[in-house]
């Protein structure tokens, strides 16, 4: 396995897989402080009581503020890099810690050694692969200093050592459940962005595809209906007829066929149909309403856009309103100007409180429109279900 790649922090499934990591290692911490700061008080009478204060109030306000940051913010990772610095900076500052003038039992551990094994799996999981490495490898080589030292208990090297080994291959072990956990929601991730993609390309070529079948029915219906009319043309009025049919004929395909555009445009019928063909391929359960459409022309940036931002939020819809009865996507159009709907009767959610990082949304649906012109709002609140509305029009 290559660490070289970067794994999609911000993308939904190692998400999900960050924020289930961090709520296991959340009680983990708690159980483990705990017992640090019992040891830590038991000890007390071989401390200097001002530090020990200032370490144990310390550790309790990052504890907290991991919590908190976690259950109500869900964005820990200021406090899962946090601890392992503060664990460090104890194991360090040791000596500042003893007061040199006790005596210490042969049984003596200093208490900090409760807090470095959760401290490392922290460093491992929320560090860059090896620099949470080389934090695991410099945590367990300088406990063995410690324990060996006056202040540490003077104990014997082999314990030492053998505390140490525990320490590298418990930390070494729940980071790489971690790194391989993530690794496999990315590569789930990777391929629903694929599909996303493919979803896109195949909906712009269905819909030039549409498009083309239109202008070739038209010069079918007009162009050759008239010259069939004309061929025919033997009296004064059969000669009017003809003209007024070439004349029919050459509006049409003059609408149709603007100056500098192909026949390879695309109109917002051949979009809301295309469009409703990749829906309908990719996520069967969503129902498609189209309302009215018209012959008005789309550049190819925009119903690109539209596209993207579309599937996206269909793909949104799937993921975190698995279990509502109802997802649908409402097309309609408004003359020359879109409005497309994506709405499911979900949990729903607060949209103020969407995170930055919740890149599905931010980029791929409301910067996606607005780098066309257009514009994404989204409706939602807990229990009432969610709509996500895309607009776009000339004027917007």
């Known amino acids: 396995m290559s660490f070289v790649r970067d794994a999609p922090t911000k993308s939904h499934s190692v998400n999900r897989i960050n924020q289930l990591f961090a709520s296991i290692f959340s009680f983990l911490l708690i159980a483990v402080v705990s017992e640090a700061l019992v040891n830590g008080f038991r000890q007390s009478q071989y401390l200097d009581s001002n530090v020990f204060v200032v370490s144990?109030?310390?550790?309790?306000?990052?504890?907290?503020?991991?919590?908190?940051?976690?259950?109500?913010?869900?964005?820990?990772?200021?406090?899962?890099?946090?601890?392992?610095?503060?664990?460090?900076?104890l194991l360090v500052t040791w000596p500042l810690h003893f007061d040199s003038s006790a005596v210490l039992p042969e049984t003596f551990k200093p208490w900090i050694w409760w807090l470095?094994?959760?401290?490392?799996?922290?460093?491992?999981?929320?560090?860059?692969?090896?620099?949470?490495?080389?934090?695991?490898?410099?945590?367990?080589?300088?406990?063995?200093?410690?324990?060996?030292?006056?202040?540490?208990?003077?104990?014997?090297?082999?314990?030492?050592?053998?505390?140490?080994?525990?320490?590298?291959?418990?930390?070494?072990?729940?980071?790489?459940?971690?790194?391989?956990?993530?690794w496999q929601a990315a590569k789930t991730d990777y391929a629903n962005h694929d599909v996303i993609a493919s979803g896109i390309k195949s909906a712009q070529s269905q819909a030039l595809n549409i498009?083309?079948?239109?202008?070739?029915?038209?010069?079918?219906?007009?162009?050759?209906?008239?010259?069939?009319?004309?061929?025919?043309?033997?009296?004064?009025?059969?000669?009017?007829?003809?003209?007024?049919?070439?004349?029919?004929a050459i509006r049409s395909l003059e609408f149709a066929i603007t100056p500098g555009t192909s026949f390879a445009t695309v109109t917002q019928v051949s979009f809301f149909e295309a469009l409703s063909g990749r829906v309908r391929e990719l996520y069967p359960d969503f129902e498609i309403s189209m309302q009215q459409a018209n012959d008005s022309k789309l550049d190819d940036r925009v119903y690109e856009a539209l596209t993207e931002a579309t599937l996206q939020a269909v793909d949104n819809a799937t993921k975190h309103a698995a279990l509502a009865?109802?997802?649908?996507?409402?097309?309609?159009?408004?003359?020359?100007?879109?409005?497309?709907?994506?709405?499911?009767?979900?949990?729903?959610?607060?949209?103020?409180?969407?995170?930055?990082?919740?890149?599905?949304?931010?980029?791929?649906?409301?910067?996606?429109?607005?780098?066309?012109?257009?514009?994404?709002?989204?409706?939602?609140?807990?229990?009432e279900g969610t709509d996500v509305v895309l607009e776009w029009s000339p004027s917007v």
């Not at 109500?72 to 503060?86: D, K, Q």
């Not at 219906?221 to 043309?233: E, N, P």
């Not at 931010?362 to 257009?374: A, D, F, H, T, Y």
């Open 325 to 383: 009865s109802k997802k649908k996507v409402y097309l309609n159009s408004h003359g020359q100007g879109l409005k497309i709907v994506v709405s499911d009767n979900g949990r729903g959610f607060r949209p103020s409180k969407i995170s930055k990082d919740r890149l599905g949304i931010q980029l791929s649906i409301i910067g996606r429109l607005k780098s066309v012109g257009g514009r994404a709002f989204i409706r939602s609140a807990p229990g």
């Open 56 to 89: 144990a109030v310390v550790l309790l306000v990052l504890v907290i503020g991991f919590l908190v940051s976690h259950f109500v913010f869900r964005s820990p990772i200021f406090f899962f890099r946090a601890i392992p610095v503060f664990a460090l900076l």
């Open 211 to 248: 498009e083309q079948s239109r202008l070739d029915a038209l010069v079918h219906d007009k162009v050759l209906t008239t010259l069939l009319i004309a061929s025919k043309a033997r009296t004064p009025e059969e000669i009017a007829i003809a003209s007024k049919s070439a004349g029919e």
């Open 116 to 182: 470095l094994g959760v401290s490392a799996i922290a460093a491992g999981t929320s560090y860059r692969f090896w620099l949470g490495i080389g934090y695991i490898v410099t945590v367990a080589a300088a406990w063995i200093v410690l324990r060996v030292s006056p202040s540490g208990g003077s104990g014997d090297l082999t314990l030492a050592v053998q505390d140490s080994l525990h320490l590298f291959v418990l930390a070494s072990i729940g980071t790489a459940m971690a790194v391989a956990l993530r």
